[in-house]
T-cell receptor, first 110, second 113 residues
Framework: GQQLNQSPQSMFIQEGEDVSMNCTSS?????WLWYKQDPGEGPVLLIA?????ELTSNGRLTAQFGITRKDSFLNISASIPSDVGIYFC??????????FGTGTRLQVTL | SQTIHQWPATLVQPVGSPLSLECTVE??????LYWYRQAAGRGLQLLFY??????ISSEVPQNLSASRPQDRQFILSSKKLLLSDSGFYLC????????????FGDGTRLSIL
């Protein structure tokens, strides 16, 4: 099935650094979601975006819904070790279906 | 608050054996329910979704089936497992008919030998 292009695929950063990742699609979505998945667990919702151009924050996380409705980015400020994990974007057009990105694996070194 | 439970957490099955994975949601009524499969290091692929009891939509042709015998229960089954059925299976729920976020269970790791 279709997957969204997410970049970077993986990143190693030092604690305290800011992180930026993005997600692009060839088609538009009505909703963009960002999830974090720890090993052996299900994805946990971080941020939901419902409107083109919307910028939303959740603590140290900030995400934006691209104005073209074909992209979204997620920023993490002042990263900490527990930010380690895989981050997935997901686009939603119809009420029942999410299309997931390929994931960004984040590793934080002390 | 709403919670979602999946079991078992891990399962090792021989090729050709049957499968039954269960998912239940608590704290909400008439949820939309979903089954996903995740290959190692990849994103999630939607397998089935259900908007009500007995209503199942299949997204990809495959060796699996789904059933929703009760409002908050979603079951993933197979009569005869294949090696390619190995993976991490995730159940999710959402509410409403509009674009409400989906929330995931902790998954079942299925290994086929």
């Amino acid at each position: 099935g279709q997957q969204l292009n997410q970049s970077p695929q993986s990143m190693f950063i030092q604690e305290g650094e800011d992180v930026s990742m993005n997600c692009t699609s060839s088609s538009i979505f009505n909703t963009w979601l960002w999830y974090k998945q720890d090993p052996g667990e299900g994805p946990v919702l971080l941020i939901a975006l419902y409107k083109a151009g919307e910028l939303t924050s959740n603590g140290r996380l900030t995400a934006q819904f691209g104005i073209t409705r074909k992209d979204s980015f997620l920023n993490i400020s002042a990263s900490i070790p527990s930010d380690v994990g895989i981050y997935f974007c997901a686009g939603q057009l119809a009420a029942s279906k999410l299309t997931f990105g390929t994931g960004t694996r984040l590793q934080v070194t002390l | 608050s709403q919670t979602i439970h999946q079991w078992p957490a891990t399962l090792v099955q021989p090729v050709g054996s049957p499968l039954s994975l269960e998912c239940t949601v608590e704290g909400t009524s008439n949820p939309n329910l979903y089954w996903y499969r995740q290959a190692a290091g990849r994103g999630l692929q939607l397998l089935f979704y259900s908007v009500g009891i007995g209503q199942i939509s299949s997204e990809v042709p495959q060796n699996l089936s789904a059933s929703r015998p009760q409002d908050r229960q979603f079951i993933l089954s197979s009569k005869k497992l294949l090696l390619s059925d190995s993976g991490f299976y995730l159940c999710a729920w959402s509410v409403g008919q509009h674009n409400q976020p989906q929330h995931f269970g902790d998954g079942t790791r299925l290994s086929i030998l």
